[in-house]
């Protein structure tokens, strides 16, 4: 079965799971090749451009979940997206809204790092953005509330590549909104339509709700989610132009 599957993909995704896996693999196998690989937040010291580019080949080695639901997602959907489209548009349209999904998540926790930081002393602020690195790096962190949520937002990363697959699954509700698929929990089947809005939905929430246990990142997710609508939208009224 897996072979057939494996057989029956299109090559930019076939080429994409090769590559998520062996980026996967690869974390395993080379020491702190996340700090490397992983998107920092733009400021941070461990920050580096090429995340932008990297950081959606990375998934969580503490959970086989984060790269099977993702790889799952890209087979099951993009695939039928790659037939429609070609090869290169739905390799641009990956990678855009991977992009988008890595802008809207910065742009984000800048934005929630500056409101923290507006309601702290600039001495602590300073303090904190000094030594906080080196101190997360040993697992620990500032005893201070405020201090403490400073510094776990400047240094953690966000990676995988969800931002680019909600692209993908608005993308397929968009083109086959009445597909229906069926649902695990519970086993019902549902209109491509419905229940991709209703995980969009799902995600604005979680994302306006900020929970500090939560450490999904929401925003990029809706991140590939907008910049994928964008993108379909453009694409769907005029069909004689790549771009």
């Known amino acids: 079965m897996l072979d ?3 057989r029956n993909m299109t090559p930019v995704v076939k080429n994409l799971l090769i590559l998520n896996v062996l980026f996967f693999v690869a974390e395993f196998a080379i020491p702190n090749i996340m700090d490397q690989m992983a998107l920092y937040p733009i400021g941070s010291d461990n920050f580096r451009p ?3 580019a990297t950081h959606f080949f990375m998934h969580s080695k503490q959970s086989f979940f984060h790269i099977i639901f993702n790889m799952f997602a890209l087979v099951m959907f993009g695939t039928h997206l790659e037939r429609v489209w070609g090869a290169q548009r739905f390799l641009v349209y990956y990678f855009a809204t991977a992009l988008g999904a890595a802008l ?3 742009l984000v926790v800048y934005l929630r790092i500056k409101g923290v930081e507006a309601s702290m002393d600039p001495d602590l602020v300073n303090y904190v953005m ?3 690195s080196e101190l997360w790096s040993q697992q620990k ?12 937002m400047s240094n953690v990363p966000v990676l995988g590549a969800s931002g680019a697959i909600f692209g993908v699954l608005v993308a397929f509700g968009y083109l086959f909104p009445n597909t229906q698929l ?8 549902v209109k491509a339509k419905f229940l991709i809005i209703g ?3 799902l995600e604005l929430y979680l994302g306006f709700a900020n929970n500090p246990h939560d450490n999904v990142a929401h925003f990029a997710h809706l991140g590939g989610a907008l910049i994928g609508l964008i993108l379909v939208i453009i694409w769907q009224k005029d069909k004689t132009k790549f771009y």
Do not use: E, K, T, V
């Open 4 to 6: 057939q599957i494996f």
């Open 50 to 52: 090429w995340q932008l």
């Open 104 to 106: 809207l998540h910065s």
């Open 130 to 132: 000094n030594n906080g």
């Open 141 to 152: 962190n500032f005893s201070d509330p405020l201090m403490g949520q400073l510094n776990a």
């Open 182 to 189: 069926m649902l695990l929990f519970p086993p019902i089947p």
């Open 199 to 201: 995980y969009i939905g």
